[in-house]
C-alpha cells in the first residue's frame, strides 16, 4: 500500500516539475539565438519552437492552447524577428499539431517526426515570407535550416521525455 502511494506522490511530483519546466525550457530554447554562433550560412534551428513541438507531442497536458501566444511573443521580442510573426506562426503550428493529434489513433517516434518536421518547415517558411522580401536570396539557408531542424527532432523529444519524467520507471 505504501509502495503505490509513494509512486503516485513521486508521479505527481515529476507532473508538477514539468509544469513548470516546459515553458522555461521553451524560453531557453528561445534564448539560444542569443549565444555568439559564427557561422558563414545561418543555419541554427529554432530552438524555442522545437521544444514547444516536442512538449506538445510528447505531454500535451503542460500546456493551455494560448500558450504559444506568450512564448511566441517571448521568441518576437529576443530573436529580432517581426512583432507577432512568432506569435501568430507558433499558434496555428501548436492548433494544427493538436488537430492532427485528435485525429490519430496511435503514434510512435516516426509519427511524431513527421509532424514535427512539417510543422518546424511550414512555420520557418512562413517566417521567412514575413521577416525577409521575396527577392532575397535565402532559400538555401532555410533549406538547410529545416534539415538541420528536423534531425534534431528526435533529440528534442528525447530531452523532452527525460526532462517530463517519461523517461524514467514508475
Known sequence: MSGSLSADIDR?????????LAPVTVMLGSMLTLLPFVATIPILPPFGLMMLIGWRLLRADLFQPWSPLL?????????????????????????AVDMIDSRLVWRDLWHNWAIGAGAIGITLVGERIVSTP????????????????????????????????????T
Do not use: E
Open 134 to 169: 521575396l527577392v532575397a536570396n535565402v532559400d538555401i539557408a532555410l533549406l538547410l535550416q529545416i534539415v538541420a531542424s528536423i534531425a534534431l527532432l528526435p533529440l528534442v523529444f528525447r530531452l523532452c521525455a527525460h526532462l517530463g519524467g517519461r523517461g524514467q520507471k
Open 12 to 20: 505527481a511530483d515529476r507532473w508538477r516539475r514539468a509544469y513548470w
Open 71 to 95: 512564448l511566441g511573443l517571448f521568441d518576437d521580442l529576443i530573436s529580432g524577428q517581426p512583432f507577432g510573426s512568432a506569435m501568430f506562426f507558433w499558434t496555428a503550428c501548436y492548433l
